[in-house]
C-alpha cells in the first residue's frame, strides 16, 4: 500500500515503528508527544493513534505525566515470542507453498540467489530488504489474513533485536536458510517449507539465549 493511501494515523504507526526498529528511538529512552510529532512530521492527534497501536504491540509505554518510553530489549521475552512467530511462520509457509503462483515462484527462484549473493559481500542493508520482500509475499501467497496481522508484530520486534545485535550474527548461514525457505515454497514443498522454517527460528532462538553472555 503506498503512503499517499494511508491514513496519517496509520503514516504515523508506519513513521514511528520504523524509527524504533532502526534504534534511532533508543530503546529505555523517554520522549515527549511534542518530540516525536516533530520528528515524524506527524500532528498530535494522529500521532497519538499510532502511539496506541505501538503500545499495544509492546514498543512503546505510555507514561502518565512523563512522556512515551521505548520498550528495552528483553532476551528473557525474545524466546517466547520467537516461539509464538513459529509456529504462526509455519503456517504460512506451508500455505504459501500449496498456493504459490507462478509470478511468485519466478521471484523466489531468483531472489534465493540475491540473498546469497547480499550475505556474501556483507550487504546487510540487502539481505534485509530482501527479507521484508519475503515476509510480505509469503503473507501474500498464504491467503491467512489472520496469520499475517497476528505475526506483523513480531517482525518488528525480531527486526530491532537484529539492529541491536547484528554484529554477532552469521548472516550467511541465516542467507543459506533464507534461500531454502524460498526454494522450498518455490517447489510447493510443503514439508521443506516447514523444516525451514523451524531451523529459521530454532538458529535466533539459540543465538537469544547466546546473546544472553554478549
Known amino acids: ?16 515503528e520504523a524509527r524504533i526498529v532502526s534504534l534511532e528511538l533508543v530503546p529505555g529512552e523517554i520522549y515527549s508527544e511534542a518530540e ?16 496506541l497501536r505501538l503500545a499495544k504491540e509492546k514498543l512503546v509505554e505510555m507514561i502518565p505525566r512523563r512522556g512515551v518510553g521505548v520498550t528495552r530489549i528483553d532476551l528473557t521475552r525474545h524466546v517466547p515470542l520467537l ?28 531472489s534465493a ?21 519475503l515476509d510480505a509475499l509469503l503473507g501474500e501467497a498464504c491467503n491467512n489474513p489472520f496469520a499475517v496481522e497476528a505475526v506483523a508484530h513480531l517482525y518488528a520486534h525480531c527486526r ?5 545485535y547484528g554484529e554477532h550474527v552469521d ?10 525457505l524460498m526454494q522450498a515454497v518455490a517447489g510447493g514443498d510443503e ?15 539459540e543465538f537469544t539465549r547466546l546473546a544472553l553472555d554478549l
Open 113 to 133: 540467489d540475491a540473498i546469497l549473493e547480499a550475505a556474501q559481500r556483507g550487504d546487510t542493508d540487502a539481505f534485509h530488504a530482501i527479507d521484508e520482500a
Open 191 to 205: 514439508s521443506e517449507a516447514r523444516e525451514a522454517v523451524e531451523a529459521i527460528i530454532d538458529y535466533q532462538i
Open 1 to 16: 500500500m503506498g503512503r499517499d493511501s494511508l491514513s496519517l494515523a496509520d503514516q504515523a504507526y508506519e513513521l514511528l
Open 83 to 110: 516461539e509464538t512467530r513459529k509456529a504462526l511462520d509455519v503456517l504460512i509457509a506451508t500455505r504459501a507453498a500449496r498456493r504459490v503462483t507462478a509470478a511468485q515462484k519466478e521471484w523466489l527462484s531468483t
Open 171 to 180: 548472516v550467511l548461514l541465516l542467507a543459506r536458510q533464507h534461500a531454502a
Open 36 to 51: 516525536l510529532s516533530a520528528l515524524i512530521g506527524v500532528g498530535r492527534t494522529p500521532m497519538r493513534e499510532g502511539l
Open 160 to 164: 530491532r533485536f537484529w539492529v541491536h
